[in-house]
Each structure stands twice: as C-alpha cells, then as structure tokens.
C-alpha cells in the first residue's frame, strides 16, 4: 500500500512540475509580444531620429522631425499596443472574419460584403488631400515597420491571440484606416432597425398608440405619419417574433439602443471662473477589452496635439491642442433610407425605376470559410443602394412578395473625406477652422464640441441627405424605391447643417438630445438618443454662475436620475403610504419596505444603494406588463425603460391610459393596479437572486461593467484574465451614463457607455485631464492592459499635458526609431 501511495505521490508530483513547466513556457511564449517601451530600432521608412516617450500611465508621446515621422510612430506604436485590435476591426470592415472564425461569423461577414465597405474605402484613398494622404502612408509604413520587427525577431507574434488563430498579418494601407472610420460610421447609425421597427409596430397599433411608444420628442415640425399598410400593400408584419441583432460579440451591427450616445458641453470665457474656455466630453460605444480608445499625444509641425485615437486611424479624434479643444457626441442624424424595390416578375435581374425596369448592377463574391467550404454570394445594387437579404435586420417582415430592399447611406460613397477631415481638425487653431474642416465630414455624423482660447461651438458635421418634401414617409419606414419623391435628391450644403457659436448663455451642450426644432426635410432627426440626461445636465449648468474643471468633472460623473425622480412619483402616486400593516415574510410587507425604502431616495444611482435596483426592477417590470399583451412578441424590441411613454400612460396623454388595462382579462385594470402587481413581481425577482433583505441589495452587484475581451471573453477560465468586471453606478439615464443589456438573465449589466473622458481647462491648458475606461495595451499579460481601468471606475483622470519635460519625467520607457542605412 505504501508503495502505491509512494508511485501516486511521485505522479502527482510529475504531474504537477509538467504543469508548472508548461505554464512557464507558455507565459515566455506569450510574454514576448509585450514591447520592451525603452527599445532602439533601427528602421527604414522615416526621414529622422523619432521618440517616442511613454509617460506613466503607458500614454506616447512622439516626437518627430518630420508630420510624417510623426504620423509613423503613431502607427508603430499602435501595433505595439494594440496590433490583434487592429486586425480584427480590418477583418471585420473587409467582411473577412470567417477565414479565422469559421461559420460562426459567416452571417456578419455577408452582410459587410453586401455593403462593401472596404471597396469604398480603396476608392476614398484616391480622394484624401495631399496632407492626409501623406499621413494615411507614413502611418501604414509605422504598422508594418513593426509587423516587420515580430517577424524577424520572433516577439510571440505580436499579440497573445495570434497563437491560436495563426493566419498570416497582411500588410497594412491607407484604405485600411479608412475602412475602420467607416466601420465606426456602421457602428453609431441605428436607423435601419428604427424604421422597420415603426413599420412593423405601424401593422399593430393604430397610430394613436404608436404615438405612445414611439413618441416624437416635443417640438414643432412632427408631421402625422400614414401607416406602413398604406405605403407598401402586402407587407408580412404581424406578431412574428423579432430577429434581434447579432449578439456576437465580433458583431459591429448594434441594437437600435446600443447605436451610439456621448455626453458634451461647453462653457465660454464669460461662465468660467478663471476666465478661459472649458470644455467637457465623454463619447459612448460598447464595452471591450481593450477600449476601442488608445490616448495619444503628437508633436506637429503645426503644434502638439493630445487626446484619444483609435487603433488604425493615424488622427487623434477628440482632445486639445494649445488652442483648441474637441468633442464628439452622436448627432441622430437620419442619414439611412430602407426603400422597398420591385423585382421585374418577367427578369428577377432587374428592378423598378421611375423610369421603367433597370437591371441590378451585380458581382460575385467569395468568403474564405475556415474549416468549411467557401461560400459565394452575389452582391446587388439598385441605384438607392446595395440590396440588402431578408435575414438580417428583420427586413423579412416588411417585405412583400416580390419585392427586395435596398439602403442609402451617405457612408456608401467612394468619394469619402471624412479622413481629410478628422486630419484638419487635428491640426486647426481656431473654432472657426475646425468648423471649416468639417465641411468634409461625410459619415459617421456627429456634433462636434469645439472650443479655442475665445469662445465656443457646435457644428454638426456629415452629409445630410436631401430629401423631397414629398416623401411618402419622411425617410421614417421603408418607402417604393420607384416612386421619385421617395428618393434621395443629393446631398444638402454644409451651411445646413445645425451650428451655434457663442450663445448668450455662454453655454452649449449635447446628451444626443434634439438639437433643431426644423421641419421636414431640413429636421436632421426624428429620432434622438436623449430626452432625460438633458434636464439633469440644465439644472448642474444653471446651479452655478461660473464653472470651473471641477464642476465639469462633477457634471461628467453625476449619478442622479431626472428619470428616476419624475417617473417614480407617477407610477406609484396610489402606493405611498397606503394599506394597513402587513406581518413580516408577506408580499405586502416586502412591498411596503421597498416603497419606505424608495420615498426617502433622491434618485441617486449609486452603486452602493438598494434603492437603484428596484426602481430599475419595478419600472422594467411595470413596462413589460404595459405591452406584452398588446404588442406580443414586438415588445421584446423595447427592453430598456421608455419614459416617455410611461410618462403618457401614467398622465393618461391622449388617452395613453388604456395601455393599462390588460386585454386578455375581463376586468378592467387601473394603472395603479399594474403598478402595485409589477413591484410586487419585482421584489419577487430580487429576493431570488439577492436574498430577502431590500437593505443589503447593491446596485452595482447587478451593474457591472463589461469590459469582456470579443473573442476569448467567452472561454471557461481564461475569462477571467481577460475580461475587466467592475461594479459601477449610474444608468441608462443618468449623465455618467451606463447602459444596461436589457436582456437575458443578468438585464442590469452595464454594457454601453464612456470609453473616453476628457475635460480641457483653456485657462491653464495643461491642467487638463482625460481617462480610459481599461488600459493603453491590448495584451492581457501588461500591466497596462486594465490599469487605467480603476480610475476609470472611481471618477479618477489622469494629466493631459503637452510639456514634454513632465511626459520624460516619469517615463515608462523611451522607445528610438532611427533611419535604417
């Protein structure tokens, strides 16, 4: 016996030291794709000695003799950091994810061929201005000087990833960046969704109700829509159950929800207390690990320049320079149509014009399929747009027989200077030339925040797409394609688009709120992110006569609900206080303790407090009961809180009180009775999964940012060294906005928000600060991979100076590049 123990003791141990040993080597393996930061190279391709000095927080800041050396370096330096990000945002702009993936990326890579991103992109290489041209070059050079350096001297592939998809790294373009821009305009558009979504609930509700839950923001301007029926006859609709945008995380199609939010504003030299210009901005996009955002400083032949880049585009898109600060926020603007296309019975190779049948311009068009056959699909465009299949967007169900849909989007042009434009933006010195720059801005659109050392503004920049007065359905639902009216007339000039410069208030701001009150077709939207974060952001700015950095840093991590403090005195108006006392251990008592615990709340989402997590709970609850019944299967398409409509139903506008009652019941219900069943059904959810104390619940238990790694986040064990989880405050509402899921079994889970924020004090410019949400390097192994991170969470920033002796002080490590013989 004891022999035999002595052979398992000795196995185990073997066991055990093979283990030890094989993680050793694998750590080496994946250890040497960390950069060695105070490395000299040797390197062709720039015209001088080039450094790049990393201060503290991994942040680079180059120095160059040259734009192009400069604009070099970047690109090094992003390949150093973040080069496995860069591929795949290319892969996915190229619709080329499955010669890695396989046939669990098939369907989104068919859709980006069908929108032919990245032949777009070639054909907008051609039209840059020489500046950026030059730049888009020098930085492609940087990329593949560094691919260059993990080949020969054999540095773990350049990313942990690159071992367990082995496919070669082709070398970088310059169409390659501005592929990616458009990528990111795909990512912040969410009107295809909106307008079959209001077509299909148009086939539903009569338009009474449609007002409800698709209410227009106030304002002038809102004309009556006719229902999709009486534009398209024969559309499916009905209740079918939706098909919801991919829930891959490779997947660059957003929900209708997830389409884009940010946070800007802006206060003149007359509202800051020390007398210069301020200016705040936090844009929002989905979590990853890394963020999409890497900071970066350049040193310019024009000046240095300092703030937040992303992986493979040589432009630092928001941030400072000595004299001029920049935002970005999502302007709304409607630049997609859906247009419903007949297919010639007698040819299904043409389609129906004004002016009679036309044939489809068509191409083959073959995806690489690992571990699969390839798979040909046959690309067709109309002249509105590329044809895009039933199966993705839900197009099936407001599809007649017969008939195709087509899309037109100002991002689909091969004339696209949008790079030119984030180039010269980059490199103006004034409000009024960035402004200019912008006149070359196609897409994505967004609000541009600017600020110099004397006033402020706000410029939409992006093509906004002229259309008829005519139009059958104000580009809101699919529309003929063959009815000229219908179609897009051009694009409108620039001086259309929204711009404010130096108000009176000395104050500018955006929550991706309505901007303009224009009628159609000069309305820029009908549909706008933001309806609440907008009031809590009007009442901190009139708090104060002045501001300060400070105070827009507070504004910036403001946890306090408007939606929480005018919704929960609606919907529970009947419930404060009432009813006898209940025995502890009923529902009733539960639900007394909550609304005890709620009456003393002040809307605060902090996430130390219960109170959060049942408001959120209970009104979830309450608007899934509103709907369900009427709407079936189309509710699912409304999983975040709507306040607006509850507002309407809870003070009955328009007769909204009806959604109350519940259809399939012979009583008539009151809303105060849906509103006492659905916190009941709420605190029974909690306690399941929190336990039965209301006092012990924590909000940011529920709340937590996911910070997940796209493609290894989702393997048992290594996720938890590759996703960031932190438990954070705020909500969908809230101006520290964290978007919840929405969905699934953990709906509170914060998915959405702040990736970048940046506050910049033109009084004393180097006391600017800026943060990420995770780390500078995209390799789970660094230090810098997720450090930023917890600063991040607290509210904390870091310096954005541009002095080059305070980067050199507490350098991590100064990296040489000098020109090859």
Not at 136 to 153: C, F, M, P, S, T
Not at 235 to 256: C, E
Not at 609 to 617: G, K, M, R
Request: glycine share 8%; with cysteine.
């Amino acid at each position: 016996m004891f022999t035999v123990f002595r052979w398992m003791l000795r196995l185990l141990t073997g066991l055990i030291a093979l283990t030890l040993l094989a993680l050793v080597i694998l750590y080496y393996f994946l250890s040497r794709s960390i950069p060695d930061y105070s490395e000299a190279f040797d390197i062709g391709g720039i015209s001088a000695p080039v450094e790049i000095v990393r201060n503290n927080d991994n942040v680079p800041h180059i120095f160059g003799a040259t734009d192009q050396d400069v604009f070099f370096a970047l690109g090094f330096a992003h390949a150093q950091d973040r080069l496995w990000q860069m591929t795949m945002l290319r892969r996915t702009a190229q619709g080329r994810l499955s010669e890695v993936f396989g046939e669990r990326t098939l369907k989104i890579d068919e859709l980006l061929r069908r929108y032919d991103l990245y032949t777009l992109a070639l054909q907008s290489a051609e039209v840059q201005d020489d500046a950026t041209t030059q730049a888009l070059e020098a930085y492609a050079r940087g990329v593949n000087a560094w691919i260059a350096q993990v080949n020969k001297d054999a540095r773990g592939r350049g990313a942990p990833e690159f071992f367990l998809f082995s496919n070669e790294i082709a070398a970088w373009q310059p169409a390659d960046s501005i592929a990616i821009l458009k990528l990111m305009a795909l990512q912040l558009s969410g009107q295809i969704e909106t307008e079959v979504l209001r077509a299909r609930v148009s086939l539903v509700l009569p338009e009474t109700r449609l007002r409800d839950i698709l209410p227009d923001v106030p304002g002038q301007g809102i004309m009556a829509l006719p229902d999709y029926a009486s534009i398209v006859p024969g559309a499916p609709g009905g209740m079918a159950p939706l098909q919801h945008a991919s829930t891959d995380p490779l997947s660059p199609f957003p929900s209708r929800e997830l389409a884009g939010a940010s946070n800007s504003w802006a206060a003149a030299p007359s509202r800051s207390a020390a007398g210069g210009t301020l200016l705040a901005n936090d844009p929002h996009l989905g979590f990853t690990a890394p963020t999409v955002w890497y900071l970066a400083r350049l040193e310019l032949s024009t000046g240095g320049v300092i703030g937040g880049t992303i992986p493979g585009i040589p432009a630092v898109l928001l941030g400072r320079s000595e004299n001029l600060g920049w935002g970005l926020t999502s302007s709304y603007l409607d630049d997609q149509d859906l247009f419903i296309e007949e297919v010639n019975p007698e040819n299904p190779e043409q389609y129906r014009t004004p002016d009679g049948w036309k044939d489809f311009i068509t191409r083959r068009s073959i995806i690489t399929v690992k571990d699969a056959a390839p798979v040909t699909i046959t690309l067709r465009w109309t002249d509105n747009g590329p044809v895009l299949p039933g199966s993705h967007y839900d197009l099936a169900s407001v599809t007649p027989p017969g008939h195709v849909v087509s899309l037109a989007w100002t991002a689909l042009t091969g004339a696209d200077t949008s790079m030119t434009a984030a180039i010269r933006t980059m490199q103006a010195g004034s409000v009024t030339e960035a402004m200019e720059a912008g006149r070359l801005f196609v897409a994505p659109a967004q609000n541009v925040m600017l600020a110099d050392q004397r006033g402020i503004a706000l410029q939409l920049v992006g093509a906004m797409p002229a259309r008829d007065p005519a139009h059958q359905s104000q580009g809101r639902m699919p529309s003929p394609g063959w009815i000229a009216t219908n179609r897009w007339q051009g694009i409108l000039p620039y001086e259309k688009n929204p711009r404010e410069a130096n108000p009176i208030s000395g104050l500018l701001g955006n929550t991706n709120n309505k901007t303009v009150d224009r009628p159609f077709p000069e309305h820029v939207s009908f549909d706008w992110g933001d309806t609440q974060r907008i009031q809590r952001w009007l009442t901190l700015m009139k708090a104060r006569e002045v501001h300060t950095r400070e105070s827009f840093i507070e504004a910036q991590l403001d946890t306090v609900s408007f939606t929480a403090r005018s919704l929960l005195p609606l919907i529970g108006a009947d419930l404060w206080f009432t009813g006898e006392a209940a025995p502890e251990g009923t529902p009733e008592r539960l639900r007394q303790r909550a609304l005890e615990i709620l009456a003393a709340w002040n809307g605060e989402m902090s996430e130390h407090l219960p109170e959060p997590l049942i408001y959120q709970a209970w009104v979830r609850a309450l608007q899934e009961r509103l709907i369900r019944d009427e709407m079936g299967p189309l509710a699912d398409a409304f999983s975040h809180i709507q306040p607006v409509f509850l507002e309407r139903v809870f003070r009955n506008v328009d007769g909204a009180g009806v959604w109350c009652d519940v259809v399939q019941s012979a009583a008539v219900e009151s809303c105060t009775d849906l509103a006492r069943i659905a916190l009941d059904e709420a605190l029974l959810g909690l306690v399941e999964t929190y336990g039965p104390n209301p006092e012990s619940w924590r909000w940011g238990d529920a709340h937590q940012a996911t910070h997940d790694h796209p493609v290894l986040g989702n393997i048992p064990l290594l996720r938890y060294f590759v996703n960031i989880r932190q438990s954070t405050s705020g909500d969908d509402h809230t101006l520290l906005r964290g978007k919840t899921k929405g969905e699934g079994p953990d709906p509170f889970l914060n998915v959405h928000g702040a990736g970048y924020r940046g506050v910049y004090d033109f009084a004393d410019p180097d006391s600017s600060v800026f943060i990420s949400s995770t780390g500078q390097s995209g390799h789970p192994l660094s230090r810098f991979y997720d450090d930023l991170g917890e600063l991040w969470r607290r509210g904390e920033y870091v310096p954005m100076s541009l002095d080059p002796a305070l980067a050199r002080a507490a350098a991590v490590g100064v990296t040489v590049l000098t020109p090859a013989d």
